[in-house]
């Protein structure tokens, strides 16, 4: 994700109809501040986190251990800040404080109330020795009216260097994001560190996530990459994951 320190240039189209060109205008300034108020923000990912339909912003702050939620205005800025939608990736691993990195985030709804979660995955800083393996951890916030709870669901998984922490998954690699069971609720499908393909069936609840294995067929080969697809409009989902080697097409549907 680049440098430390980072600067970002916020460009917004303006329609100027009079003079009949399609212009940009900086509003970097206006939304993140003057100074330093623009370096250390990195944009991931442009999303309608609250339906209102204007497009938000989440950025990455302190040099990508928290994020950050800047909400789509008909007032300028365009983007404006609400307090409540900054949350910190805190990650104490053998009673002290781990700097983690974020690597992925994306927004779905995995409580079933309507209101957009966030799922982060983050890694180590350092990762390079054997005490740090190289794992992707997934933890998700929980969405409310006017705010996000900082406290990540509970989701059943630990590491041993924190056993009595179960608010993230430890995976090989970045999860999808599907809706495995039709119940309109954002499930999770994955890796985990000890090979084993499984789907999390999230519940409205917000109880831990049901587990459910699937067999790979042969060798697990690490995930690549995968997407899904209801490919006979029977609403039955079938996942395609591409293997290192190989491709694998699972038809897929949790009870
Ligand atoms: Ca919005
Ligand atoms: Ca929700
Ligand atoms: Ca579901």
Redesign the pocket.
């Known amino acids: 994700m680049g440098t430390k320190s980072m600067l970002i240039t916020l460009m917004v189209t303006g329609l100027y109809i009079l003079s009949g060109i399609l212009a940009l205008d900086d509003v970097t300034v206006n939304v993140f501040g003057g100074g330093d108020g623009s370096k250390d923000v990195f944009p991931v990912a442009f999303t309608d986190y609250d339906g209102d339909k204007r497009t938000d912003l989440i950025v990455l702050t302190k040099n990508f251990s928290s994020f950050r939620i800047y909400f789509g205005s008909p007032n300028p800025p365009s983007l404006q800040y609400q307090p409540g939608f900054q949350c910190d990736i805190v990650f104490e691993r053998n009673q002290a404080v781990e700097p983690v990195r974020i690597t992925g985030l994306n927004v779905a709804d995995f409580t079933?109330d309507g209101i957009n979660d966030v799922m982060v995955s983050f890694k180590y800083v350092k990762n390079q020795s054997q005490d740090r393996p190289d794992v992707t951890f997934v933890s998700i916030f929980q969405g409310v009216p006017n705010s996000l709870k900082c406290q990540p669901l509970v989701l059943n998984g630990s590491t041993a260097a924190s056993p009595s922490d179960k608010t993230r998954l430890v995976l090989r690699r970045e999860p999808l994001i599907?809706?495995?069971?039709?119940?309109?609720?954002?499930?999770l499908v994955g890796e985990t560190v000890n090979n084993e393909r499984k789907v999390w069936?999230?519940r409205r609840d917000l109880s831990p996530p049901r587990e459910s294995a699937f067999a790979c067929g042969g060798d697990c080969l690490p995930i690549e990459t995968g997407g899904f697809v209801d490919i006979d409009g029977k609403f039955m989902l079938i996942i395609i994951f591409f293997d290192s080697e190989s491709v694998v097409i699972l038809n897929l549907f949790?009870y």
């Open positions: 079933g599907v809706d495995a069971n039709g119940d309109m609720i954002a499930d069936s999230f949790v």
